[in-house]
């Protein structure tokens, strides 16, 4: 499976290693057994998931384990033409998009912080690990699009690595820290329920933390001059639509994201569909692609 072409790649140079060492052992181990993998995989053609449900899921939003990967597996239909999210660990190549290497379960970038922050924090739970050695070049590189002191060795050992069940979890914990707790904690302060979050997921996903008028921040703010969110008592289906016109913008300002089938193909279906909650099935396309989650994974 080769990753998608279009592959989300963020804006922001920096994550902060505090939120990424606080997250050490916190986030939710979602490479667990119990979730299923999709049983069909392909760049093209239909992908669906045919797990049993789950009876009583408990948990709202995507605090509910089994939502949660539901939105791992719909970004990964955009960012990988698979929803197979932790096939990803050992993802890493050069797109060719200034941000260096890209790898990992959310494309972490050797260009924007977060791929050193990751290092960083797997040589804190397991010190004088294969990718230890490269943290020095790591800090080089960090903020340009430079292989120096990485290239081929890297390559591989960080392939290596993607086997080790502890750089897997570091990847889970670094994704959860600065990118899907603060993503989801403000969509519920926002007044969101499932499907905002997930959008809201999404976006940070691609554009990165941040106020500028590109990254998430910023989007939401264009979002809120259009329409009220429900904690300030607007419409939650008029303020998401206004959250995705403003994301597209920001998409259209990029080459490498001026498809914006991952809006309007997938979550502008759901949110016209009323589906508020996110629940299967959930059929949808991105970038031409035909996708399908039947049930609860």
């Known amino acids: 499976m080769q990753p998608s072409p279009h592959r989300a790649t963020r804006r922001t140079a920096l994550v902060t290693a505090a939120g990424v060492l606080a997250a050490a052992g916190a986030s939710l181990a979602l490479a667990a057994p119990g979730f299923a993998s999709p049983v069909t995989h392909g760049t093209h053609g239909t992908q669906s998931v045919q797990a049993a449900a ?54 972490f970038c050797s260009g924007t912080g977060d791929m050193l922050e990751l290092v960083q924090h797997y040589q804190d739970v397991k010190p004088g690990n294969i990718l230890a050695k490269y943290l020095p070049a790591l800090e080089n590189v960090n903020g340009t699009d430079s292989h120096a002191g990485l290239g081929t060795a890297f390559v591989n ?97 990029e080459d490498a994201h001026d498809d914006t089938s991952r809006v309007d193909t997938e979550q502008r279906v759901f949110l016209q569909a009323g589906n508020l909650n996110l629940d299967p099935p959930l059929k949808w396309k991105t970038y031409g692609d035909s996708y399908q989650i039947l049930t609860l994974p």
């Open 157 to 253: 050992d960080w392939k290596t690595a993607a086997k080790d069940t502890v750089f897997q979890q570091a990847q889970n914990d670094e994704r959860d820290s600065v990118y899907f707790n603060p993503s989801v904690d403000q969509a519920k302060s926002d007044g969101l329920g499932t499907l905002g979050q997930f959008i809201y997921y999404d976006a940070i996903v691609m554009h990165g933390p941040g106020d500028d008028p590109v990254s998430f921040g910023g989007i939401r703010k264009t979002a809120i001059k259009k329409a009220k969110p429900p904690a300030q008592g607007g419409n939650e289906t008029t303020y998401l639509n206004a959250f995705l016109d403003a994301r597209k913008a920001a998409m259209k300002t």
């Open 54 to 107: 789950r009876p009583n899921a408990t948990g709202t939003g995507l605090a509910d384990p089994h939502k949660k990967e539901i939105a791992m597996e719909l970004v990964s239909s955009a960012e990988n033409s698979s929803l197979d999210w932790k096939a990803q660990y050992k993802y890493i190549e050069d797109i060719g998009d200034g941000r260096g290497y890209t790898a990992g379960i959310i494309g």
